[in-house]
């Protein structure tokens, strides 16, 4: 499927070119980096988890009438998908607290939300990914004002899917990021990935951390996180 001309390689995914100039094929690794670059380590069986847990909440998105860039699974851990110019800029979504807006804020951790936060960030690896407010996502004209109104609708409507169905099989979807682009059309539709390299999940009973968390704070048990949340999107 793919002709092999590496289009470019991020810390988890090379994408490639393929036949068709307006797709492309996303194959996600199991190189496994936090803060920045700073931590490296490999989670075994990584990417194939997170193509396939990638695909099918990208499918189940679809069906809720979210556009993705998905195509099709081509390969256990490779994703056909639609060629977007992407936005330079992460929303991130907090239905919990953890993480940075811990540190940042003080909530405790595990704190439950009032409302849904978004939170967004600029794709600048220089810059260390800072978080910026809507106004200078507009005097930087990263989004447009209208764009950027779809996009935070379309995060919320997003989180409210992935809530009902990860709360279905006994998970917290504590926080997680986004990345939306445009088609060749000028549609804006979401890409990247959905994984437990870019959400928090928390078993609901025992709020044990089924994500990333697990090797970026050392707990152990990472390659089980992953396997335990393929195990339960594919319920």
Known sequence: MTNRNKIYEGKAKIVWATEKPEEVAQQFKDDATAFDGKKKGQIARKGVRNARISAILFKLLEENGIATQ???????????????????????????????????????????????????????????????????????????????????????????????FFADRGVMLVDFKLEFGKDGDGNIVLGDEISPDTCRFWDASTKKKLDKDRFRRDLGDVEEAYAEMLKRVEK
């Open 70 to 164: 998905l195509v099709d699974q081509i390969f256990d851990d490779t994703l056909l998908c639609k060629k977007l110019v992407m936005y330079p800029v992460e929303v991130v979504v907090r239905n919990y607290a953890a993480g940075s807006i811990c540190k940042r804020l003080g909530f405790e951790e595990g704190a439950r939300l009032k409302e849904p936060l978004l939170e967004f960030f600029l794709k600048d690896d220089s810059l260390g990914d800072p978080m910026v407010a809507e106004a200078h996502i507009r005097e930087l004209d990263l989004v447009g004002r209208e764009e950027l109104a779809e996009v935070k609708r379309l995060v919320l409507e997003i989180n409210a899917i992935l809530s009902k």
